[in-house]
């Protein structure tokens, strides 16, 4: 399989050093970068000569785990130093609907009970409804008079850095609060354990964004009941193929899986044919920075299958491994130092604390994170990642999972694990507000049932 064309381009703050960017996400992975080939670990750990003593043996593959630490320890240092670099953006606000999609919040309490289904469980008619929903909230604008089209009234980047302004619609609106949860990781107000990536309220601030987008589409389609569906990753290994995963990314529904050649990587199909594609998103090594921000319309892009650093979608035996963790997350909160091993979040996200390539430490090349590298292009290239409908079909999955593991300690028969609804561990500094939707607050949504929705089918321990 053809990779991608690495990038060659200059770190903006050190020009005098050139690296390679392979299928760069995030501006964390530049300088990630900078600091791998500053500490010269260009070269795997030397196992040392046959014959030598074994407590030699032992002291080279000590010093080789600690060589990874220090590594690890300075990729992050890196990731950190970019906190900070700007002000801050009110966008997109809360479009005059601060708590829309809660039960109580805005009028938008769907009046039955909804349940998210596989997406290949669904028949062509259903799928093409779930599309046309997506392309509904695209063509609800500020302008349209429609239902819902007074919640398309909000703060836009494109209109903040003076750039090709477009007509605001329910879509976007989610584009755009993701691609903020990342330029306001540089900004003084902001650090990365305070946001919706990298810390404790991941999961959940994706449940409300989920949930919010549901309330729009049921009011505008005028259906109450309903529900996104999910992407089951096992599905992609149906066809024992999983580089191309024919079952979700179909012409006639979302679309097919772009190319590997960056030429090329515009989504082919109904989707597009329906002229579905971008208003805004951001481009280069610098995706958390406001210059990043691009205002342009173009088709949705993908590279399913073309990764450098993830080899299929997470399959079942990564999926059984969230019941291995028995805490939702673990000091200190965030995705360089928690221990994978002890943490649901950590390993969820998809993030390593004991990760030494340096894209795999900026983005997480696990779980979560290995779906975004797995579809590629605009949803492993740009913080706007909400731009491929398939975003949501992801993280309806990230949250069955949590769902799931939730389920697991209410049934478990043990106190500790049922506290805070299945949440042991749920760090009580971050149940307050959430980033962007200050008015919910995360301990609002710990009971997804008690949000009016549930799965047909949630794993279990043992499943695999």
Known sequence: MLLRDPLVTEHPILPSISYRIVSVRFFLLAVAVVSLLAVGCGTAPDDGAAG????????????SSTDDDDLHAQICQQIDATVGLNDGFDVPGVAGAPRWGMPDGDGAAPAKRRVRRSWSSLDAAEKKRVVDAFIALKNTTASS???????????????ELGLEAYDHNLYDFYVEAHANAFVSMMTPYQNHN??????????????????????????????????????DWTDCYDDGDPATCGQIFERDFLGLGGSCDEADTAVEGY???????????????????????????RPVHRAVGCSAYVDGPPDQAAIDGIFDRKIYDAEPYNSCDTDRDVSFRQYLEGFSNDETRPYCVATGCYMHGRGHGYVGGDMDGSSASPNDPIFFLHHAQVDRLWAAWQDANLASGDAGRQ??????????????????????????????????YEYDRLPVPGDG
């Open 52 to 63: 030598e003593e074994s407590d030699a043996a032992t002291t080279e593959t000590a010093t």
């Open 145 to 159: 008079g429609g239902l819902g089209s007074n919640r398309a009234v909000y703060n836009s980047f494109c209109d």
């Open 194 to 231: 305070n946001m919706a990536h990298m810390a404790p309220q991941f999961v959940v601030w994706h449940r409300y964004l989920l949930l919010r987008m549901e309330a729009d589409i049921a009011e505008v389609i005028g259906d109450p009941a309903f529900a996104l569906p999910y992407w």
């Open 271 to 297: 989707l597009s044919e329906q002229g579905f594609g971008t208003h805004v998103y951001t481009n280069g090594e610098s995706s958390f920075s406001p210059e990043s921000i691009v205002c342009a319309q």
């Open 419 to 452: 506290v805070d609804v299945g949440n042991p561990g749920f760090p009580d500094d971050y149940l307050g507000a959430l980033f962007n939707f200050t008015e919910v607050r995360a301990s609002e949504l710990l009971d997804y049932r008690a949000l009016g």
